[in-house]
C-alpha cells in the first residue's frame, strides 16, 4: 500500500476511535435540565448554570397521560425502539432500580409509536430517560445507559422531597 492510502487509513483509525471514546464518556450521563430561557425585553437571557434556575417547566399533563406517566409520582420515563439492545440494558436497570425503591413507577414509551410526543420533548436517540418529579417536572436526563448507582442517587435527591 502506498503511503497516503496508509496515512488515510490511520487518520480514519484515530478519528474513530476518539469519537467512540467521546461518546462512551458523555453517553448515560444523567444531566440536570434547566427551563427554557426567559425573554426579556426581547432577548434571550442565558443563565448561568442549574444553580440559577428557580423553577424548571412543568410538562403539559396531557402530554403525561398520553404516555402512560401517573401525576404524583417520580417516573423514570424511557423511550425506546423494538430493536434496540441498549434499551433492554436500560429496562433491567429500571427494573432493578424500581423494585429497590417502590415509590419509583417505571414506564418505558415506544418512541416510533409516539412520534409527536418524542419531537417535543426534543428526543432524538433511543434510549433516552427522563426523571420527572412528582410534580411532572423533568428534573434529569439521560441518553444512554446510566448506571445504576447514578440513577439511585438522581432519584434519592427526589424522593426525600416527595
Same mark, same amino acid.
Request: aromatic share 2%; hydrophobic share 50%; net charge neutral.
Given at each position: 500500500?502506498? @503511503?497516503?492510502?496508509?496515512?488515510?487509513?490511520?487518520?480514519?483509525?484515530?478519528?474513530?476511535?476518539?469519537?467512540?471514546?467521546?461518546?462512551?464518556?458523555?453517553?448515560?450521563?444523567?444531566?440536570?435540565? $434547566? %427551563?427554557? %430561557?426567559?425573554?426579556?425585553?426581547?432577548?434571550?437571557?442565558?443563565?448561568?448554570?442549574?444553580?440559577?434556575?428557580?423553577?424548571?417547566?412543568?410538562?403539559? @399533563? $396531557?402530554?403525561?397521560?398520553?404516555?402512560?406517566?401517573? %401525576?404524583?409520582?417520580?417516573?423514570?420515563?424511557?423511550?425506546?425502539?423494538?430493536?434496540?439492545?441498549?434499551?433492554?440494558?436500560?429496562?433491567?436497570?429500571?427494573?432493578?432500580?424500581?423494585?429497590?425503591? %417502590?415509590?419509583?413507577?417505571?414506564?418505558?414509551?415506544?418512541?416510533?409509536?409516539?412520534?409527536?410526543?418524542?419531537?417535543?420533548?426534543?428526543?432524538?436517540?433511543?434510549?433516552?430517560?427522563?426523571?420527572?418529579?412528582?410534580?411532572?417536572?423533568?428534573?434529569?436526563?439521560?441518553?444512554?445507559?446510566?448506571?445504576?448507582?447514578?440513577?439511585?442517587? $438522581?432519584? $434519592?435527591?427526589?424522593?426525600?422531597?416527595?
Amino acid at each position: 500500500m502506498d @503511503p497516503v492510502g496508509l496515512s488515510a487509513v490511520a487518520v480514519v483509525l484515530v478519528a474513530g476511535v476518539g469519537v467512540g471514546l467521546w461518546r462512551r464518556r458523555v453517553d448515560g450521563r444523567l444531566r440536570p435540565v $434547566a %427551563p427554557a %430561557p426567559v425573554p426579556v425585553d426581547g432577548a434571550v437571557e442565558q443563565t448561568g448554570g442549574v444553580e440559577d434556575v428557580q423553577e424548571i417547566e412543568r410538562l403539559d @399533563p $396531557a402530554l403525561l397521560a398520553r404516555l402512560g406517566a401517573e %401525576p404524583g409520582r417520580v417516573t423514570l420515563l424511557q423511550f425506546s425502539t423494538a430493536f434496540c439492545a441498549p434499551c433492554r440494558a436500560l429496562r433491567r436497570i429500571s427494573a432493578e432500580v424500581v423494585a429497590l425503591l %417502590p415509590e419509583v413507577r417505571h414506564v418505558e414509551v415506544d418512541a416510533e409509536s409516539h412520534l409527536d410526543e418524542v419531537r417535543e420533548l426534543n428526543i432524538w436517540r433511543t434510549p433516552t430517560l427522563l426523571i420527572l418529579d412528582a410534580d411532572g417536572r423533568v428534573t434529569r436526563r439521560a441518553t444512554g445507559i446510566p448506571t445504576k448507582p447514578h440513577l439511585i442517587a $438522581a432519584l $434519592a435527591a427526589l424522593l426525600r422531597s416527595v
